[in-house]
Structures are given as C-alpha cells and as structure tokens.
C-alpha cells in the first residue's frame, strides 16, 4: 500500500505539526491512521489529496489541533526533567572541581534561555510543516534556529563578565549534595527514558575527572587523558549509531 | 454563502443519521453522503468531529483488521446518547427547515 507523495508529505508535516503542539500522541497515531487510510482509499478513486484536506493544509490542521487533546505531561514532567538533566551536567562541571559560587544571573537565565529555546524550535516546526515554504526559507530557519540557542547561552556567559548580580556560594557539604542530587537526575531520566545513555554519557564525562583528581600528574596530561577519553566514547556511539542505522535499512 | 459552510453545521446530524444505518468507517460515511448527494470541498473535516462526537460519548469505535491485510481500521457505532441525539436533531431541523421553505417562499 502505497500514497502518493502529496499525501505522504501532508501526513509526515501533520504529524510535525500535531508533535511540536504537544498533543497526546495515542491520540494523535489513531487519527493519522484513519486518515491514511482514508487517503490511500480515496487515492484508489482518483481523487487527490485536496479532496480530502481541503485547498489549504494549514486550515486543515487548525482544525485537527483543537479537537485532539493537550499532553499536559510535557511542560509537567518533560520540560522540568530535561531541564534538570541539563542543570545537573552545567552543575557537576562546577561542583567537581569545587567551584561553589553560582550568579544569580547564570541561575535565572541559564533556564530562562531553554524554555526560550524550546518554545522558538516548536513554533518553527509548526510554522514549517503548516507552510508550503520554499526550500532557501526553510534552511535559513533552521541555521538560525540552530546558532540561536548557543548565542543566547554564550550572551549569559559574556554578560556574566560584565554585569555583577548578587552571588550564591555554597557550603562544602551542600557541594556533596549538589553532585548527589545531580547523580539522582542522571538515573531518573535513563529510568524514565528507558535509555542508559543519561547515565553512560555524564559516568564518561564526570568519573575520569574525579578519578585523575587523585592521581599525580600535571595539568596538561589530565586534559589530554579526558580529551582522548571524550573522543573516543564519541566517535563509538556514532559507529554504534550508523551500525543501527545500517541495520533498520 | 457556499454550501459546504452550510454544511459544516449539520455536519454533526448527517453523521449521527449515516452512522445510526449501520456501523461504519470514515471512508464509507463519506461516500453515503456523496450517495445522497451532499459533497465536501475536505472530507477529512469529519474526523475532526467525529473526534470530538466520540468525547461526548455519541459514538464508539471498534478497531478491525482488514481481510485483505494492511492497517486496522476503525467502525463507528451510535451509543443510546447518540441515538437521543439524532431523535433531538430531526425535530430541531424538522422546525428550521419548515422555517426555511416558508421564508423562501415568501409566505
């Protein structure tokens, strides 16, 4: 069974569409089945997918958005868990080399940034799969999408320089806790993601640290030893990664 | 005013009157209406609705895999709400369409 590609592009995009507005996604896969079957009936009819959509696609998907329901989940347990996730490694970089002063500024915004970033990148999804957008337009998207995030992480690090906003410095034992805490988040999400590598990913980044900690060798090796280590667990997860590509195909 | 604007607000009762038939899939509802002579600039608006008629417990649906293979697909059945719902429609547009003939005839 076989669509034709106006439809399985409108269908990839309503998917896109119905993802980055947070709807229920059992919900959503029921619908979008109904539809494929609907189109691949309609299609053996000779009708096209204008027929079933409507002249505009967008409409269409409005229309679908307000019946489907909200995945209340995703700003209650997705948004603040992958948050944490990414304060706890900002986090364990510091409280492992027993840096214990945090800025107010880094704290705020530093979360601030993300929320920002998550709210820009569904929107740019919604708006690329609701519009038929020329292929220059939707490139410059998303480069910009792609530089944005790291331009406002790099303004917090810069204004931090610059601007001085009351600090916060943590007791030596609240440090211990920090780096526990931290340890906790990186189980909960692998447990909740059922994926070790919110596990491997910072046990690779954060225990030859402490390790050559204790060990008596000069700065500069220490660097090239976590370096190397960085590189290499890299370079395998992508070879695993193309392997498991390999292998869908 | 175009008639599918017209249609999409008794959209809601030619499905309950498609559906009460017989149970009945997407595809099929469509063709009935066509049958009948009502045809939709998008048919797929009725998934939409018939989204929302399922919420208000109107209808059930029951997933069947096909003989011939392929994806399931899904039946739509009238629960007893929707039945009183079809009953509550006929009489509301038994009124609107008297209302409308005499309008238009000038009476």
């Known amino acids: 069974m076989t669509l034709s590609k106006e439809s399985q592009t409108f269908l990839d995009n309503l998917r896109i569409y119905l993802f980055a507005s947070n709807k229920k996604e059992a919900e959503v896969n029921e619908l979008m089945e109904e539809l494929e079957d609907h189109l691949y009936e309609a299609e053996q009819n000779g009708k096209n997918v204008e027929h079933i959509i409507g002249k505009s696609p967008k409409a269409y998907m409005k229309e679908i958005e307000t019946e489907v329901e909200t995945d209340g989940r995703f700003w209650l347990i997705f948004v603040p868990l992958i948050l944490l996730n990414a304060f706890a490694y900002l986090i364990m970089n510091k409280a492992i080399a027993d840096e214990r002063d945090y800025s107010m500024l880094a704290l705020i915004g530093n979360p601030l940034v993300f929320i920002i970033t998550i709210l820009l990148l569904f929107g740019m999804y919604r708006f690329i799969a609701a519009n038929k957008l020329s292929k220059k337009v939707t490139a410059m998207l998303y480069i910009v999408m792609g530089f944005a995030p790291t331009a406002m992480f790099t303004g917090i690090l810069v204004a931090d320089l610059f601007i001085e906003t009351p600090m916060l410095t943590i007791s030596p034992a609240m440090n211990i806790a920090v780096i526990i805490a931290a340890c906790f988040i990186f189980i909960a999400a692998a447990l909740y993601w059922k994926a070790w590598i919110s596990v491997i990913v910072p046990a690779v980044l954060y225990i030859p640290q402490v390790i050559l900690r204790f060990i008596n060798i000069n700065e500069e090796s220490k660097l090239i030893i976590i370096l190397s280590i960085i590189i290499v667990f890299s370079l395998s997860l992508i070879i695993w990664q193309l392997r498991l590509l390999k292998k869908d195909k | ?107």
């Open chain 2, 1 to 107: 005013m175009s008639s599918s604007q017209l249609l999409k607000g008794i959209l809601e009762g030619c499905l309950l009157a498609v559906i009460a038939e017989r149970e009945t899939y997407g595809y099929e509802m469509v063709e009935k209406l066509a049958s009948y002579g009502f045809t939709m600039v998008s048919e797929g608006s009725i998934y939409p609705l018939l989204l929302r008629m399922k919420k208000e417990g109107l209808v059930t649906t029951t997933s069947k895999t096909l003989p011939s293979g392929g994806p399931k697909r899904k039946y739509y059945k009238l629960t007893a709400e929707g039945h009183a719902e079809l009953e509550d429609f006929k009489g509301r547009w038994a009124v609107i369409s008297t209302s409308m003939d005499n309008i238009l005839k000038g009476d």
